[in-house]
């Protein structure tokens, strides 16, 4: 059974860092786009980064560039994003993806989903 699980989400206050895990299992990921997107209370799932299988292509959403890191470990089936200087405007819901397109910025390009970490950041 395929499974994306994410962790590491939580409470924190502006300006502060978290940074999520996702666990892939259930078959082999490594080469998979992953990417991470996010759905905040009242607003549509929006795309914020995604990672090649190589590590070698990254796109990430304008509000965050600069601010949030993409990487992977194909060894372990795991991808991590790390969050700074977070803002109250990046709370939300954060979901891990997987894709069998090389390039994937939008939802419907991801086959596999996990259930998604809340990231709540206090003003």
């Known amino acids: 059974q395929v499974q994306l699980v994410e962790s590491g989400g939580g409470l924190v206050q502006t300006g502060g860092s978290l940074r999520l895990s996702c666990a892939a299992s259930?078959?082999?990921?490594?080469?998979?786009?992953m990417g991470w997107f996010r759905q905040a209370p009242g607003k549509e799932r929006e795309f914020v980064t995604s990672?090649?299988?190589?590590?070698?292509?990254?796109n990430y959403a304008d509000f965050v560039k600069g601010r949030f890191t993409i990487s992977r470990d194909n060894d372990k089936n795991m991808v991590y994003l790390q969050m700074n200087r977070l803002k109250p405007e990046d709370t939300a819901i954060y979901y891990c993806?997987?894709?069998?397109?090389?390039?994937?910025?939008?939802?419907?390009?991801?086959?596999?989903w996990g259930r998604g970490t809340q990231v709540t950041v206090s003003s």
């Open positions: 990672i090649d299988w190589s590590s070698g292509i990254r």
């Open positions: 993806a997987a894709s069998r397109r090389l390039i994937a910025t939008e939802g419907r390009t991801y086959q596999d």
């Open positions: 259930g078959r082999t990921f490594s080469r998979d786009t």
